[in-house]
């Protein structure tokens, strides 16, 4: 079957031959969008959050024959360059394998609250697992992308 | 003879500095290539049909229905490996496929290409393999009588039956199975090569060792397997051993096509190996002021059906198993048994983890005992300059201008005095409930709710021991270019997410003077870095681009660039280490030795048995801080994974069959579950290592796991000898009254 997708504000159309091809699936081997990764397709990991209509989704879950003309924005389209430039700066970047996935839930957080605390910083990003960090750099770079921002 | 230029200094990013890595920023912007992201034009797929049983007999495999479905190119099995059938890091023992037995649940017995992985997975479906099911050696115990193992390591000091003790703490301790759970999933692809190699790119931790292990499988010569490094998505030791190498290339090779494989979850749990789960019986005997007269200790750690490091992880658990502490007399046994459960190899700390636990228990047990404060207990007994490891090898540890004979210098007590200055963090009034153990799950409100204080103390050894003769590979060109000198680095290391090649980079703008440096890509094109495990690559690795670099230094001293290029190659050795003897373990086997020591603060319910780590505090001796932000990513990282073990990570394994190979069963902290930490990095320089450095990757991995539990101890006034503690192991004396 044949879909029209807007992704990271490009219009591009998708053929899928599986009506349970998951929106991971499409992006990464249909497409070749690799930026969302692809660690345990079974939406404990978030590494393949992306923002679907606006809502952070993990894309191994969601079918993409339900998708048909709906916005999808990946590492590449949801995440303003301040929150970027933070990972890289404060040093949350390890492996990057949980980046795009936390970065997109980052921004999805900071559109919601300018100022995050720490407990709500923890709660937005407790879907998205990180083996390198321990977090503490991932949590001073959303403060400073969050300062950035404001 | 003309002037030679002065040399300039980098204007930043010298040793020292915290320099952004350079793949951040690909890996920010979505556009770094990981393993499982490459692809190249007529690719096939690759998948793995693995045995469903730990042990069973291969009576005959039927691939006729597979090789005839629609999109499959390639149906293999251990009949079709042009070369050598098997393969091993230390030993050569693990077939690259299953040929007459199966002797652990996962084992690789038939290879699949098709156009896609769908197409693979449906003809692995539709291979029947005729399986005589027999019954599998899963008890460690068992295996050590049967005379099953890998190796047995005795060691004897003194002689603990002629020693009399005022106290004495005799415990069995238990350390769960630990999967090093990187996020990546083995992945690579590979290439074809007109003269009938093949090319091959894969996440690794040592692309010359999968050379060496893949060429022979191969029937091929070292020179026509040529390996790239993919973009690694974690490591943490489970990229050690060979996954999808030998299986990838072999296909490639039967189709004349470029092969990707890729594991899912699942199968990465099933496709690597994990952190030895152990058994050990502990004995600490200790005068009345708390000093240790003697220990006996008996560790069994189960190295599954294949040898993997399982020999170099006893040798690490025999040599550290008392810790970094002064004993006159020790009898130690340790085992790596050979059974059918899921092979076991590296995993961050490497033997140094499991028999850790065992002894910070003890000493807080012996603490107990005596009415002794745990930092005290661990005072009276601290290794000192010029103390004996129980291998019989001298601490040296320098850094002390002044030696006091009377006094000497002791390491582990200048990082236990340092906590006074830290205090462990007061119970904040009106704590939201998202802050105590259960968090939004809204399962108490404060009450039951217990706090615990406990320390934990690690010893680790850096770089590879007991006589490997370890080395690392550094080639350098300077030349200029736009009129400005830029070196390029050429090394095998894997940059595995530590931040390896940013510290590369740090070492050639210091030693050389100048800004630009750029990374060459990680090949066997150049000679042999080691691996990217034992917390060496600091020491080795850029102790040859130290060296690669001093000796482009020297001759840029007489030699003008603009009359071309410099180039040096240097391969850098750590000194020579000994074997330990086989009957008694005696024998200077240790490179480099680091210290690592946490305070845990947790609270409890101690009716629900829900455990709230709420902070550690972590001071560790790193010789010579690098670069800081790297580092402490390096200290966070590995006291999560501490944790992990701590309370939640195990891979249930019941009859050699795996029940939680995914993420939903097996757990891995989450960013709730870890609470802040502080650091204090201390810089007690070792002037034998490049820059003063010790490796500072692996400690905290072992010393955040006895400190959690000490803490829930602390608590719950529990005995607590297993980890991961579970919930059940809080509550079960709980027992509802009829």
Request: proline share 7%.
């Amino acid at each position: 079957m044949e879909l029209k997708l807007h992704i990271d504000g490009e219009n591009v159309t998708a053929q899928i031959d599986r009506p349970g091809e998951s929106l991971l699936q499409t992006l990464r081997d249909r497409l070749g969008r690799t930026g969302s990764k692809n660690a345990c397709e079974q939406g404990e990991c978030g590494s393949c959050t992306v923002l679907l209509d606006g809502d952070p989704v993990c894309a191994c879950l969601v079918p993409t024959a339900g998708c048909e003309g709906r916005d999808v924005k990946t590492v590449v389209g949801a995440v303003p360059k301040p929150v970027r430039d933070a990972f890289v700066a404060c040093g949350a970047v390890q492996c990057g394998f949980c980046t795009p996935g936390l970065l997109v839930s980052v921004a999805d957080l900071l559109a919601r609250e300018d100022d995050p605390s720490d407990p709500q910083i923890r709660e937005a990003l407790a879907g998205n697992l990180c083996r390198c960090t321990g977090y503490e750099k991932i949590i001073d770079a959303v403060h400073h992308a969050a300062e950035a921002s404001r | 003879m003309p002037e030679p230029t002065p040399l300039p200094t980098p204007t930043s990013n010298a040793v020292g500095q915290s320099a952004i890595r350079a793949d951040a920023l690909p890996k920010v912007n979505g556009d770094f290539d990981y393993a499982s992201d490459l692809a190249a034009e007529g690719m096939l797929w690759g998948h793995t049909l693995r045995s469903p049983h730990p042990k069973a007999r291969i009576r005959s495999i039927d691939t006729a229905a597979a090789e005839a479905m629609a999109g499959v190119a390639a149906v293999l099995t251990a009949a079709d490996v042009p070369g050598k059938r098997t393969y091993g890091l230390i030993e050569d023992d693990q077939p690259v496929l299953a040929d007459t037995m199966a002797n652990y649940q996962g084992e690789p017995v038939a290879i699949i290409a098709a156009t896609d992985l769908d197409t693979a997975r449906r003809a692995a479906d539709a291979i029947t393999v005729d399986y005589e099911v027999l019954e599998p050696l899963c008890d460690p115990a068992e295996a050590v009588r049967r005379g099953e193992y890998f190796r047995h390591q005795p060691l004897q000091v003194g002689d603990p039956d002629t020693a009399t003790a005022a106290v004495v703490v005799a415990r069995e301790y238990v350390v769960g199975m630990q999967d090093q759970a990187p996020l990546g999933p083995e992945s690579g692809l590979a290439l074809p090569r007109p003269d009938g190699g093949v090319d091959l790119r894969v996440a690794t931790q040592w692309l010359h060792s999968d050379q060496e292990q893949i060429a022979p499988c191969l029937g091929l010569k070292e020179s026509q397997v040529h390996l790239e490094m993919a973009g690694i998505g974690g490591a943490f030791g489970a990229r050690e051993d060979l996954s999808v190498q030998v299986h990838m290339a072999m296909l490639a090779l039967a189709t004349d096509k470029p092969v990707k494989m890729m594991y899912d979850r699942a199968e990465s749990f099933l496709g690597h190996v994990h952190r030895h789960p152990a058994r050990m019986r502990y004995e600490h005997g200790a005068d009345a002021e708390g000093r240790l007269v003697y220990v006996r200790a008996q560790i069994v750690l189960d190295g599954g059906a294949y040898a993997s490091t399982t020999d170099a992880v006893v040798g690490n658990a025999a040599s550290l198993a008392v810790g970094p502490y002064e004993v006159e007399h020790v009898a130690v046994e340790a085992w790596g048994t050979r059974t059918n459960n899921p092979p076991c190899g590296a995993m961050r700390g490497f033997g140094g983890v499991q028999t850790c636990f065992a002894y910070e228990s003890q000493m807080d047990a012996l603490a107990e005992e005596l009415g002794l404060d745990p930092l005290e207990i661990r005072r009276r007994n601290a290794m000192h300059q010029g103390s004996k490891l129980i291998t019989g090898q001298v601490v040296q540890e320098p850094g002390i201008d002044v030696p006091n004979e009377n006094a000497p210098f002791s390491p582990l007590v200048d990082l236990l005095d340092r906590f006074a200055a830290i205090p462990a963090p007061a119970i904040p009034a009106g704590r939201d409930i998202i802050e105590l153990p259960g968090g939004t799950g809204n399962t108490t409100h404060g009450e039951g709710v217990v706090r615990g204080v406990g320390y934990g103390v690690g010893l680790k050894n850096v770089c590879y021991s007991e006589g490997f003769d370890d080395f690392s590979t550094a080639r350098i060109r300077l030349e200029l270019v736009d009129g400005e000198p830029v070196a390029y680095v050429h090394t095998a290391a894997a940059e595995v997410g530590q931040g390896h090649q940013t510290i590369q980079a740090q070492i050639v703008r210091t030693e050389l003077g100048i800004d630009r440096v750029e990374l060459l890509p990680v090949d066997t094109k150049v000679g042999s870095a080691g691996s990217s495990s034992a917390s060496r690559q600091s020491y080795m690795t850029g102790g040859a681009v130290k060296a690669a670099s001093e000796a482009v230094r020297e001759l840029w001293a007489t030699h003008d660039l603009a009359d071309g290029p410099i180039e040096a190659t240097r391969e850098f050795r750590h000194r020579p280490t000994k074997p330990m003897d086989p009957v008694t373990g005696q024998g200077d086997s240790h490179v480099q030795l680091a210290l690592c020591v946490h305070r845990a603060t947790v609270d409890v319910d101690i009716e629900l048995g829900l455990v709230k780590v709420v902070d550690l505090t972590c001071v560790q001796d790193v010789g010579k801080i690098l670069n800081p932000i790297a580092l402490e990513g390096q200290i966070h990282g590995a006291s999560a994974q501490g944790l992990g073990l701590a309370v939640m990570e195990e891979m249930i394994v019941d009859a050699g069959v795996v029940k939680n190979a995914s993420f939903t069963d097996y757990l891995i902290p989450t960013i709730l579950d870890m609470p802040p930490m502080r650091l204090e990095i201390v810089e007690n320089a070792d002037p034998a290592a490049p820059y003063g450095l010790r490796g500072a990757g692996e400690p905290p991995t072992l010393s955040s796991t006895p400190a959690i539990v000490a803490a829930i101890r602390d608590a719950t006034g529990l005995a607590l000898t297993h980890v991961p503690v579970r919930p059940e192991h809080l509550t079960r004396h709980l027992v509802r009254q009829p």
